[in-house]
C-alpha cells in the first residue's frame, strides 16, 4: 500500500471518493423520483376558475371534504400571491352557515383557503338578525350560488337544547335564546341519544328551509342562480353528507 503524507490523498483514494459519491447520488436521486408526484393545489380560489352555480360550488366543497377525511388535503390559497390578490377584493363561491364548534372550521372541514368561503357561525349554526344579514350579503352583494347549512355530530347547542325541553328549565342568560330556535327540531316521539342526534339533522333542514323562503332569496333560488342546502359533518369520519 501507498502511503502519503499526512493531509493528501492518493490518486486512487480521490478516485474511490468521487465513484461513492456518484453512486450515492444516483440513488437518491433514483428514491426522490420514484415517490408519486402530487398534483399541483387546485381550488375555486382567487387564483383558478370561480365555480358559477350551485352545482359547480357543491362539487368543489365535495371534492374538498375528500381530500380532508383522506388525508391528502392542499391547502390551497393560502400563499404570498394570493394574499395580495385577495387585498383588493373578495370572490367566494359558497356560504357556510355552520356551528362555532372549534372541530367544525369549515374551511378546513371543505379544505378551502383564503376567499374560497364566506364562512358564518352561531351556535347550532342558529339564525338571528346578524346571521341572517350575513348570509343575505354574501348572496346579494358577492353573487354567491350556494349556502350550506352546516350541523355537526355531537352538537352542544343542540344537545343543551334538547336536555333543558325534557327538563321543563331553561338555559343560561343568552344560550335560552339557542334553545328556544332549537326547540321546533326536536322529535318527542324518539328518546335519548337517539332524540339529539334526530334534532342535528332537522335543525340543519329547518334553518335551510327558513332561509330558502327569505324575500330577498326566493328569486333567486327560482331562477337556479341560488341553492341552499342542508349538511351534516361526521366528526367520527369527517365526511360531510348532504341531507334532504
Request: charged share 20%; aromatic share 4%; net charge positive.
Amino acid at each position: 500500500m501507498t502511503e502519503t503524507n499526512e493531509g493528501q490523498e492518493s490518486p486512487g483514494r480521490r478516485r474511490f471518493v468521487r465513484t461513492a459519491l456518484t453512486v450515492t447520488a444516483a440513488v437518491c436521486a433514483g428514491a426522490v423520483s420514484s415517490r408519486p408526484v402530487l398534483p399541483a393545489a387546485t381550488s375555486a380560489g382567487p387564483n383558478s376558475a370561480r365555480p358559477a352555480t350551485p352545482e359547480s360550488a357543491w362539487r368543489e366543497l365535495s371534492a374538498g371534504n375528500r381530500r380532508w377525511r383522506t388525508l391528502h388535503e392542499r391547502h390551497p390559497d393560502e400563499t404570498p400571491a394570493v394574499r395580495r390578490t385577495v387585498v383588493s377584493g373578495q370572490h367566494p363561491f359558497a356560504v357556510v352557515l355552520g356551528c362555532v364548534d372549534s372541530r367544525v372550521p369549515p374551511e378546513l372541514v371543505f379544505d378551502q383557503g383564503l376567499g374560497d368561503l364566506l364562512s358564518v357561525r352561531s351556535a347550532g349554526s342558529v339564525l338571528d338578525e346578524a346571521v341572517l344579514a350575513s348570509v343575505t350579503y354574501g348572496v346579494l352583494e358577492l353573487a354567491i350560488p350556494l349556502i350550506v347549512v352546516l350541523g355537526h355530530q355531537s352538537c352542544g347547542a343542540v344537545t343543551a337544547a334538547v336536555r333543558a325541553d325534557e327538563e321543563g328549565g331553561r338555559l343560561r342568560g343568552h344560550m335560552q335564546y339557542l334553545a328556544d330556535q332549537i326547540r321546533p327540531a326536536i322529535d318527542h316521539r324518539l328518546q335519548g341519544d337517539a332524540r339529539v342526534d334526530a334534532a342535528i339533522t332537522a335543525n340543519a333542514l329547518l334553518v335551510r328551509a327558513r332561509l330558502a323562503a327569505e324575500p330577498e332569496l326566493v328569486s333567486r333560488i327560482a331562477a337556479g342562480k341560488l341553492t341552499a342546502v342542508g349538511a351534516r359533518y361526521a366528526l367520527t369520519d369527517q365526511r360531510v353528507r348532504r341531507l334532504h
